[in-house]
Structures are given as C-alpha cells and as structure tokens.
C-alpha cells in the first residue's frame, strides 16, 4: 500500500491542526490487504454522487418554472452555474491539493457538497438556488479533482487500471440511476428531495474518507498558486461555454456569440501566454507534451462528450415518435449499463498483454461503430438499446484504459492536477457534448436535426480515434 509518509508538520493550535492536518489511516485498517480496495470504494461515493447530480437535475426544470414563475432559460442556470463553476476550479484545486494533501480537499469537498446539496433544497428562491449550486460546484470541484488521483495512489500500479474502472463504473451507476431515482423524487416527494438525497449519501462518504482514504500530501513547496491563471482560464471557459448556450437557444441575442467566443479566444490566448511565462505556472504546459498526455486529455474529452451527448438526442428522438417517458428511461439506461459492464470487466476479459494505448484505440472504435449505427438504423426505442448497449461498452473500454495512460505519464507529484486536467476534460466533455447535441437540434428541423446531432456525435468519436494512433504517427496532428 503506497501512503506517503508526511513529515511531521510544526505544531499549530488546537482549530488550525485539525482544519489543516490530513489524519492518517487507523494501523489496522492501512495494513488490511483490502486497504487500497477500501480507499477506492471510498471514491466510487463521489464519483457516484458527482454523476447522479449531473442527471438528475435536468428532471427538476418544470417544477422550478412552476414553483418561480421563470423560463426555461432562466432555470437552465441551475445546471449552467454548476458547470461553469465546476471547470474553472477543476485544475487550481488539483494544484492546491498536490501542496496541502489530496486525501484533506478530497474530505473538504464532502463536507461543502453535501451541506450546499442541504440548502440547494430549502432554497426559498431561483437566485438563491442558483448562488447554492455555485457552492456546491466548489465542493464537486474539491472531490473531483482528488478523485482520480487518490484512485492512482491508493491502488498497487498492477491494479490501477481495474480500479480506474471500478471508479468510471461508480460514475455510471449514478448516471443510469439518475433519470430513475430524479423522476421518482420529483412525482412523490417535490424537486427539493432531488438536491436533499445527497445529504445522507454525503455524510456517510465523509466519515468513510476520514478512516479509510490514505493520506497522499507530497510535503513540497510550490509557492503561491497563479491566481491571474486561474481568473483567465475561468474567464474563457466560462465564455466558451456561453456562447455554445447562447448559439442553442439560450434566449440571448445572437451577436453575442461572436462576442463571446472572442472573449473566450483572447482570455485563452492570454492563459496560455500567462503559464509559458510565469515562474510557477497554474498548468505545466510541458505537461501536455509529454508523452501522450495531451492527446490523451483530448481523447478523454471527446469520450465523455460521446457519453452525453445521447443523453440530450435520444430522449427528443423518441419523444417526436410518442414515446412514454418511463420507455425513454428504460431505453437510455442501455448506454451507462454497458459502460459499468465493460468498465468492471474489461480489466479481466481482455488480453493482460495488451496496452493502454492498444485499449484505447479499440474503445474508440467501438464508439465509431456504435454511433455509425446511431446514424443508420431508425432512432426507435425497439433499435436505439442496441447501439447505445455498444457504445457504452466502447467507452467502458475506452475512458478507464485513457485515464491510465495520462496519469501514468503524469510525476507523482503533480497528480492531483493531472486529476484535475482529466477531470476538467471530463465537464468540458460533458457540457460540449449537450451543447453541441442541442445547438444540432436547433438548427435543423426534424428528423434532419437528429441525423446532424448523430453526426456530430460520430465526428468526435472518430476524433478520439485519430489521438489513439502510434505517436510516430499522430504528432503532425497534434
């Protein structure tokens, strides 16, 4: 069991040791042999409850409008506010956690997750619901940007890829659980359970963390973090993914797309400029080009965008035919079924020879495959399970075998902002892979609309496909 053995800090008093002290794990629990098995179940909590908040709070939007008396673009900002929160802190706090200690933020990020998901639901109004789902992104960003990285430092390095797929499994089980458990909150209880069901979930996983989670702080002094860095990439993320909003039907004028998108190019110009000159960069840029890093980052974007984008074509596919809503559930949960699958087989059923990158490459052309059939056959509820059912399994293969290869081609000590990286490629992925799927729909009518969605979902599977080539092969590309 690899738990880093921190030199004993000076003493500080009483409050500030125990707000800034990762404690270690109980001896007869850190010498257990299932010790690692325990820390990564640990994290598949808030990787699971990560995943069931981003699919759930979709099924709260017509009970807000109702209760607030708002429009769809106003209650969209309960999901966008999160999102845009989210990315812009993923990378700074992994860089503050590799200095103050993964295993501290990790259980940091429980506590405010769970105590914002508390007043998400008592909020009395959208601004404050809103402002509450800000807080609850700072706690989802602190657990996030650990996860991968406490995964990674938990596991002996012969198991780390099982349980990277242990953790995506986690994920999925709260994504297929999400549309289910959202609907049946909302028709028994009200929308307000559906933020108030992370409370106990998150109070568990916290007294979990505390005895079970190794404590991972390397002791090294990277000086301040890079706060002029961390304004710009939240000033273009955040633009970036405004004006996809915008251009799907956010309800803003359309010039400010143009706007917007230069914003988001000149503020990420000036991120880049910031890190290649500043003395202690908030992102090594070398990073990126070490290895198969950056391709690798690349790749993890466009499978999670593959991942979610379904999630917004299926359900206005189906529903443009009459289709039940509890047929559209059942027929979505195909897709995170057959990623847990492969996510938590994959590791056993193929070849142990076989390389990262070899994973890989198959994942992502299964996912080619998967969405050429998405394109093809009819989008009815009696052929979607089917290709979705194989797409799940492509990326079951595809994103566990990818987050391997990038965070073991990332030094141990910048692992909690290699996490962050892979995990700031994840809600880009994410929330490009809605938006791109919506701005589709938008600006083609019917079943025209749907085919271009499908399309667009099959371009950047092929993309991911490009990044996985020998890399004698793909550096003119990338």
């Known amino acids: 069991m ?38 990564v179940a640990t994290v598949c909590f808030g990787a699971f409850m990560g995943q069931l908040d981003a699919s759930i709070v979709t ?24 999102l845009l929160a989210l990315v812009a802190l993923l990378v700074p706090v992994g860089r503050l956690s590799d200095v103050h200690g993964r295993k501290l933020f990790y259980l940091y990020g429980f506590a405010v997750f769970t105590a914002a998901s508390a007043a998400c639901g008592l909020a009395p109004g959208l601004a404050a619901l809103v402002g509450f789902r800000v807080v609850q992104a ?42 289910t458990v959202g609907g049946a909150l909302v028709d028994t209880l009200g929308w307000r359970w559906v933020f108030l069901v992370n409370v106990p979930i998150g109070v568990l996983a916290l007294v979990g963390g505390h005895y079970l989670l190794p404590r991972t702080r390397q002791g090294a002094d990277h000086g301040r973090i890079d706060v002029r860095g961390v304004l710009l990439l939240a000033c273009s993320s955040t633009a970036a993914l405004l004006a996809l909003s915008v251009a799907s039907g956010l309800g ?13 190019g000149l503020a990420g110009w000036a991120f880049v400029r910031r ?34 984008g379904p999630l917004v074509l299926v359900p206005v596919a189906l529903a443009r035919h009459g289709t039940a809503p509890l047929t559209t559930g059942l027929v ?37 495959v998967a969405l050429a059939l998405l394109v093809v056959l009819p989008l009815r509820a009696g052929t979607l399970p089917w290709s979705l059912a194989l797409l799940g399994l492509a990326l079951g293969v595809l994103i566990p ?21 892979v995990n700031m ?14 701005l589709a729909l938008h600006l083609a009518a019917g079943d025209g609309g749907l085919r271009a969605a499908g399309f667009v979902l099959l371009g950047f599977a092929a993309l991911a496909l490009v990044t996985t080539v020998p890399l004698r092969l793909s550096v003119k590309f990338w």
């Open 2 to 39: 690899r738990e880093h053995r921190v030199p004993p800090s000076p003493a500080v008093p009483g409050l500030r040791a125990l707000l800034t002290t990762e404690r270690p794990r109980p001896e007869l629990i850190r010498r257990h042999p299932a010790a690692w098995r325990l820390a």
């Open 59 to 82: 099924l709260t939007y017509q009970p807000l409008r109702e209760e607030f008396h708002s429009g769809l673009a106003g209650v969209e900002w309960v999901s966008l506010a999160y």
């Open 138 to 179: 700072v706690g989802a960003a602190l657990m996030q940007a650990n996860s991968v990285a406490l995964v990674t430092t938990s596991a002996p390095a012969d198991r780390m890829r099982g349980a990277l797929g242990i953790q995506a499994a986690g994920q999925a089980l709260g994504l297929a659980l999400g549309p």
């Open 252 to 264: 803003l004028p359309l010039w400010t797309v143009l706007g917007l998108v230069l914003i988001a």
């Open 275 to 308: 890190q290649r000159s500043c003395p202690r960069p908030l992102l090594d840029l070398a990073l990126l080009r070490a290895g198969r890093i950056g391709p690798g980052l690349l790749a993890g974007l466009c499978g999670y965008l593959v991942l979610f």
């Open 332 to 368: 979505l949960t195909a897709l995170p079924v057959g990623f847990a699958v492969a996510a938590t087989t994959a590791e056993r059923l193929l070849p142990a020879g076989w390389s990262d990158l070899r994973r890989s490459r198959i994942g992502a052309a299964g996912c080619l």
């Open 401 to 421: 075998a990818n987050n391997t290869l990038v965070m073991r081609a990332i030094p141990a000590g910048s692992a909690g902002t290699g996490g962050g990286m």
């Open 425 to 438: 490629t994840r809600g880009l992925g994410t929330a490009i892979g809605v938006a791109a799927v919506t």
